[in-house]
């Protein structure tokens, strides 16, 4: 049962801050979502012909209750296919949901498949420039699967990278529909991580070949279920399940296990309950508000979480009207303490995470310590406090019993009051240079603040090159990347540098990476300064960086700077560019052209979707909705 705990000072300053600068949009927001949900289902109001199409293919059961009107009817959106090894398990998924709906009272129909790319295929490829681009283009494809209006709530399968992000924003612009999340879950433990990264070190340096690589990789990324290593993936699954979009413990239970299949039949049985009809009507646009945001950010940071979450909370605020912004993160991981040890943060995976006691000794340590929201609503009712139960099998079903209130391993996961540092690893950077965000939960204390020249380059290829060739060595440097940012290319992961990186660091060398492009949850131990805003593309002052210029990333000061005076940098001419549009075709790129030149930055969430304003007082809601 709940406990009322005070909210930490920084936590409740963040999120009234966010609540006051977010006011009048999410009022504007909200005030659509009711609109929408006053008017009951959609489909009652659909003319007979546009019904007729809507339940055509639906076998007999399904059709006559979709003619009555009497049950809810549940989309089904699906990121499956079955080359993915996180999304391959939903591949008989929507049967399963679709038995426990009926059974629970409800219809279902699929409503729509988005695409699902993953990063880890396309690591320093072409594809790789269209990963980012894709979080949009989910949430436009899921927003096309609800649009029929024949839903009294919806359920989205996804696990990866942009694909729960670009569901979520999707879902929320139909906020009025409760919406519940069914995670698929990690594959089991495989090579080590930190093995694995041992062997890509040493292909790097030219000490093993690419057969020792491969067998590396294909020991470590095995089988069915989301990758171990705590990247975007599992960040995502986390994020959903403190945001209250998945049913209590439900997110790293492994594929094909038995409980796995209870947790997703529970999912089903549950987004009947949240309709109108079920009696617990859960809009998801009033389940995402100001707290369950902060909730989202606070994890993110309690586990030190993948970077590219300093964009996607960010976009995914937007989408419901609310403004979260790189300085909330900052202040919010000044004060949350960092919990977890799990790769690339250290040894350990997200299997050993759940062993030592998982999400909920973590939501009940956060909430303890008053780091975290529990008057919140969540898919399973009012109060994260439900979510320190840990899912347990009776039978085919799935119960919840009382988490535990210790860790099991304290080198995985730790209490809020014995953490493993006093903030959350995440820190944004500013100076002449822009803006920017680095990890440090990963960099040790004495690599967090180089000053070294600049080595520039304007492709990754570039500097891998660099390194083959031996220019690179004995030197400390600070190499900056640039033309990497969603304007100049789709901002691209850029995993493949930080194992050159990480053997020059060995070598003694001081070393720090800069760059407008993404490092993501591969973000390891080697001070990255990413996301540069603004991005050399638009004229960002990462632009006008030469070889030679004396550069200083500091992660513990937060400060990006370069030992030029203002007058001096500005003097300069830009260097370098991004592709032109004829250049950057090729694996599809070409089609996502109109994207490049609309796409906001790195710090306001890097997307092409444009939020609403906010009714004026000369233009009412009224004329808006």
């Known amino acids: ?60 059961p399904v059709k006559e209750g979709l003619k009555s009107g009497r049950k809810p009817n549940v989309a089904i959106v699906s990121s499956y296919n079955d080359m993915l090894s996180a999304h391959q398990p939903f591949r008989d998924v929507p049967e399963v949901l679709k038995k426990a709906i009926v059974r629970a009272g409800g219809l279902a129909q699929f409503a729509g498949g988005v695409p699902a790319m993953c990063d880890g295929i396309t690591q320093g490829r072409a594809g790789m420039e269209l990963s980012l681009f894709s979080r949009d283009l989910i949430a436009m494809s899921t ?25 979520l924003i999707g879902a929320l612009s139909f906020g009025h529909l409760p919406t519940v999340f069914v995670p698929a879950g990690p594959m089991p433990s495989g090579l080590p991580n930190g093995e694995k990264a041992r062997v890509r070190q040493l292909y790097a340096e030219g000490k093993v070949g690419r057969e020792e690589l ?30 209250g979009l998945h ?53 993110l940071l309690a586990t030190g979480g993948s970077t590219n979450h300093t964009m996607h909370l960010v976009a995914i605020a937007s989408a419901a009207g609310i403004t979260l912004t790189w300085d909330d993160l900052s202040d919010l991981s000044a004060a949350v303490p960092l919990l977890t040890r799990i790769y690339p943060n250290g040894s350990a995976d997200i ?47 799935v119960t919840w019993e009382e988490g535990p209130k210790a860790s099991l391993d304290t080198a995985v996961l730790r209490g809020a009051d014995d953490p493993f540092a006093a903030d959350g690893g995440l820190r944004m950077l500013s100076g002449r240079l822009g803006r920017a965000v680095v990890k440090t939960s990963a960099v040790r204390p004495e690599h967090r603040v180089v000053t070294a020249p600049a080595m520039v380059f304007d492709d990754q290829a570039d500097f891998l090159a660099a390194f083959a060739e031996g220019r690179l060595d004995g030197r400390d440097l600070v190499a900056v990347v640039r033309y990497q940012g969603p304007a100049a290319n789709g901002m691209p992961e850029l ?37 540069v805003t603004p991005e050399a593309a638009l004229g960002g002052p990462i632009a006008r960086v030469r070889d030679g210029d004396l550069l200083t990333v500091d992660a513990d000061a937060g400060v990006l700077e370069v030992a030029l005076s203002d007058a001096d940098l500005d003097r300069r001419e830009t260097t370098g560019r991004a592709p032109h549009d004829v250049e950057w075709a090729g694996t599809g790129r070409e089609l996502f052209s109109g994207f490049r030149a609309i796409v906001g930055t790195a710090e306001t969430g890097a997307s092409v979707i444009r939020p609403l304003p906010a009714p004026s007082e000369e233009a009412p809601l009224a004329q808006h909705v």
């Open 1 to 60: 049962m709940s406990t009322v705990h005070p909210v930490h000072p920084v936590v409740a300053e963040v999120t009234d801050r966010i609540a006051r600068r977010s006011a009048r949009t999410r009022a504007a927001y909200l005030e659509r979502v009711a609109a929408a949900t006053s008017a009951g289902p959609a489909r009652g109001r659909l003319a007979c012909a546009n019904l007729a199409h809507g339940f055509a293919a639906a076998e007999g």
């Open 143 to 167: 927003a096309v699967a609800l649009s029929h209006d024949m839903f009294d709530a919806a359920m989205m399968l996804g696990v990866c990278d942009k694909i729960v992000p670009g569901l």
């Open 214 to 243: 491969l067998e590396a990789e294909a020991a470590s990324y095995h089988s069915a279920g989301t990758c171990t290593f705590y990247g975007t993936a599992n960040s995502n699954q986390m994020l959903m399940e403190v945001m």
């Open 247 to 299: 049913l209590p413990d439900a997110t790293f239970a492994n594929p094909g296990t038995p409980l796995r299949e209870a947790l997703t039949r529970a999912a089903g049985e549950r987004a009947v309950a949240i309709t109108a009809a079920g009696g617990e009507p859960t809009p998801v646009g009033r389940l995402v508000d100001e707290k369950a945001i902060v909730n989202a950010c606070v994890a």
């Open 351 to 397: 299997n050993h995470f759940v062993a030592a006691g998982g999400t909920p000794f973590l939501v009940h340590t956060l909430l303890k310590h008053g780091y975290l929201h529990d008057d919140v609503l969540t898919v399973s009712g009012r109060g994260l406090w439900r979510h320190t139960s840990e899912a347990r099998l009776d039978g085919d079903r």
């Open 495 to 531: 995993h493949k540098l930080m194992p050159v990186l990480g053997v020059l660091q060995d070598r003694g060398q001081q070393v720090a990476i800069v760059t407008d492009g993404r490092m993501s949850g591969a973000s390891g131990k080697v001070a990255a300064a990413i996301h």
